[in-house]
């Protein structure tokens, strides 16, 4: 038996990753960022009023170098200043260089290294995933090491779900007294309490310490596989106890979130366990019924408080699936600006809108007749000021002429359905334009696009976002735009894109929702295809591994519970993208896998 202070100067040595793990995900804490003039040029406004995320960067680059003078004293005085041999330093190291040259010849260096606000996954932020992710594959060697990390992040994973709980049951903790105490400055707290509202508060959705229900549905995904695949193996009553109550907190939060990503995820890892387990499944099938059962009624009731949501949105899957072969035809076929008039074309109608100069500029409408179909004002306290048709077939439309006489010009407020636009009209040149963020004014065209015709819907509009995202890495396929810069290189002018298929015109697209398009963007083909030749690599390697593995020690039983919640995240990673609340957590999963592997390599 090791001595006691043997085994706390091991836990010492990963107490770093530990924090990452178990600490950063919890963090949520008020910061006000003033942003440069090029950044503000891309967001709301001239700051950025962040919660969840800037903190989140600073502890982790923070933890990361506590990790790496913890890693630097191991591998002097323990380690014989060997590491651990393994393939996928090649990889993690193509990967590291290609953020570097990104980074450097980026044209927006500032937001390169600092990321973009609410994310701030800049340079060293990627370089924080890699050097804790080889950290973590050296320094982690003992039973008693992973059981310090795997019982930390397990409570950090209860204590997030239940917090993303009090959200879903409308009790959100960040809108109580004792939530805004810890995460709001004491110097202004009564202004900033009273104004604070996030953004999905009050709806039967949870976004727990991330912000996003989706970046939520990744990581409940995640640690679901993690901790299901552990309560599996569990032998003592104590530990089956434990792990049962996590697994269904965990589960609870993971349905919370309604994140279509995160479901696809962990069905996608279910399959992958089932496959591997197969036979073990029914020899332990009363332990697999009873979690099963609390799943059940656990699903059960949060479905009956949403009035069926829930299960609205696991049906959907087959609707897009469909969708996926399919297509999804827009309601707009077309929008230009021609002959002075505003032309709006759908499936149904075809409008003309106009202002007409010798008439003091008084609007006018035409269909498809030249005919003037009648409107009046609507009679709705929410749409006050809003002219409607009479035409039945019309009742989709409602518009208004907003105050502006400088230089003659028009403003139409224009609402079809939920999608909501404001056109200028330029008297000067006879024309429309479309008023985008920030109330900047572009023409009526829409941008290059890539693939996904028909589709632009898929998956809550992420097809229109990967159309207009393909073309641009086709530009810089080497080394991308530099970390973090999405948004920035992202065709914010396409406008008229964003009001087709996002409904509202003056939205910012920040994201690419899809992991693989987002590595591919900012840092380029070369880092992606290391990326996926690192992913690859360990998910064959060990998928072999445990196809064969007869699960008679420990190290095997936590390793194929790594794989799950790797293969968790990698299939979310599809329809979500990197994100530095969520993302540290998947970096050091695959560390820890990769140290079982090098184990069981080691010591079959």
């Known amino acids: 038996m090791r001595p006691i202070a043997e085994k706390l100067k091991e836990k010492l040595y990963v107490l770093p990753i530990v924090l990452i793990a178990a600490v950063v995900p919890l963090i949520v804490h008020y910061k006000k960022i003033n942003l440069s003039e090029v950044v503000a040029s891309y967001w709301i406004r001239d700051y950025n009023t962040d919660f969840f995320s800037y903190y989140k960067m600073i502890f982790l680059l923070g933890f990361s170098l506590l990790a790496l003078i913890s890693f630097y004293i191991y591998f002097r005085k323990e380690a014989g200043k060997k590491l651990k041999k393994t393939a996928y330093y090649y990889p993690i190291f193509i990967y590291l260089i290609m953020i570097l040259l990104s980074t450097f010849f980026s044209k927006a260096q500032l937001t390169s290294l600092q990321g973009f606000p609410d994310r701030y996954e800049g340079m060293p932020v990627l370089i924080a995933y890699l050097l804790i992710t080889v950290i973590t594959i050296n320094l982690f060697n003992k039973k ?31 809108q109580n007294i004792l939530g805004q105490k810890l995460i709001l400055p004491e110097s202004n707290f009564a202004e900033l309490s009273t104004a604070m509202d996030f953004r999905f508060e009050g709806s039967n959705i949870l976004f727990a310490t991330f912000y996003n229900p989706n970046y939520a549905g990744s990581y409940f995904s995640m640690l679901l596989m993690l901790s299901t695949v552990l309560y599996f193996f569990a032998r003592s009553k104590k530990r089956i106890i434990v ?89 707009i076929k077309e929008l230009k600006s021609e002959a002075g008039y505003l032309h709006f074309k759908t499936e149904e109608e075809y409008l003309r809108f106009g202002f007409e100069r010798e008439n003091d500029f008084q609007l006018i409408v035409l269909n498809e007749s030249d005919q003037k179909p009648d409107y009046s004002l609507s009679q709705s306290e929410k749409e006050a000021g809003y002219f409607k048709f009479e035409d039945p077939k019309l009742a989709a439309y409602r518009f208004k002429v907003l105050e502006s006489k400088e230089n003659d010009n028009q403003i139409l407020e224009f609402k079809y359905g939920n999608k909501t636009a404001e056109f200028l009209y330029a008297s000067k040149l006879n024309g429309f334009f ?130 799950a919640a790797f293969t968790a995240y990698a299939a979310a990673g599809f329809f979500n993208d990197s994100v530095v609340s969520v993302a540290p957590v998947f970096w050091i999963i695959l560390g820890l896998a990769g140290a079982v592997e090098l184990r069981l390599k080691n010591h079959p």
């Open 144 to 174: 008693e090491q992973f059981e310090f990390l795997l019982k930390a992040l397990l409570t950090s994973a209860v204590i997030i779900a239940i917090i993303g709980l009090t959200q879903f049951f409308g009790y959100d903790f960040f």
């Open 243 to 331: 792990l049962a109550a996590a697994s269904s907190f965990i589960f609870a939060a993971w349905l919370g979130s309604l994140s279509r990503a995160g479901i696809l995820g962990a069905m996608v890892s279910t399959l992958v366990v089932a496959v591997i387990l197969n036979k073990r499944l029914i020899e332990k099938y009363k332990k697999v019924l009873i979690l099963l059962l609390i799943f059940l009624a656990v699903f059960t009731i949060m479905d009956i408080y949403t009035d069926g949501s829930l299960r609205k949105e696991f049906l959907s899957l087959g609707t897009e699936t469909q969708l996926a072969f399919m297509g999804e035809t827009a309601q």
């Open 434 to 563: 479309i008023i985008g963020m920030r109330n900047n004014v572009y023409p009526l065209e829409e941008v290059e696009s890539l693939g996904f015709e028909g589709k632009e819907m898929l998956a809550s509009k992420r097809g229109y976002i990967w159309s207009r995202t393909l073309p641009l890495i086709k530009e810089k396929p080497i080394l991308g735009y530099g970390p973090d810069t999405f948004a920035i290189f992202f065709p914010q002018h396409d406008v008229v894109g964003k009001f087709k298929y996002f409904n509202r015109s003056k939205i910012i697209v920040d994201k690419p929702h899809n992991l693989y398009l987002q590595i591919g963007f900012n840092t380029g083909l070369i880092s992606l295809a290391a990326v996926l030749i690192l992913f690859g690599s360990y998910f064959l390697r060990n998928l072999k591994l445990y196809l064969t593995c007869k699960f008679d020690n420990y190290y095997t039983e936590i390793g194929l519970a790594f794989l």
